[in-house]
């Protein structure tokens, strides 16, 4: 099951990009969801689909 990493680096600044994607209720990450970040520094916001854990 795939699972977000809570940060990544900024692609646009070199800041900190945070998740802003709460949990699914059913508290279980599918592969082909869409979690949404903001980077702290510059604000600009990224969109990705997870993919599916390659373990």
């Known amino acids: 099951m ?5 940060t990544f680096p900024c692609v646009e600044c ?3 990009c945070h ?3 709460a949990a699914p209720e059913h508290d279980a ?3 082909g969801d869409i979690v949404a970040y903001r980077c702290a520094d510059c ?3 990224f ?3 997870l993919a599916d ?3």
Do not use: F, I, K, S
């Open 2 to 6: 795939p699972t977000p990493e809570p």
């Open 14 to 16: 070199g800041g900190v």
């Open 19 to 21: 998740l802003l994607t």
């Open 29 to 31: 990450w599918e592969a």
């Open 43 to 45: 604000r600009e916001r």
């Open 47 to 49: 969109d990705l689909v």
């Open 53 to 55: 854990d390659p373990d």
